[in-house]
């Protein structure tokens, strides 16, 4: 018996390259702040795995800071 993924949404990364299964999910209007491609512009919820999720918290987290810096 394989631990089979039922009670989860099948969903893949949705950024730009990726094909790694989906961590979490966000609104497009967070995602977009970053410089994350994603694969469709059309989207709602983006889908992020874990790589591109610590990738999006570390450009959000740092948006703040930066934007005094590059103003
Ligand atoms: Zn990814």
């Known amino acids: 018996m394989s631990l089979a993924k039922h009670n989860t949404v099948a969903a893949k990364c949705d950024v730009a390259g990726c094909d790694n299964d989906a961590e979490r999910s966000f609104n497009i ?29 570390k450009q959000t987290k740092t948006d703040r800071e930066l934007s005094s810096i590059y103003d």
């Open 29 to 57: 209007k967070q995602v977009s702040k970053t410089n994350l491609s994603l694969k469709s512009s059309d989207l709602r919820n983006v889908h992020l795995c874990k790589e591109h999720y610590k990738e999006f918290k």
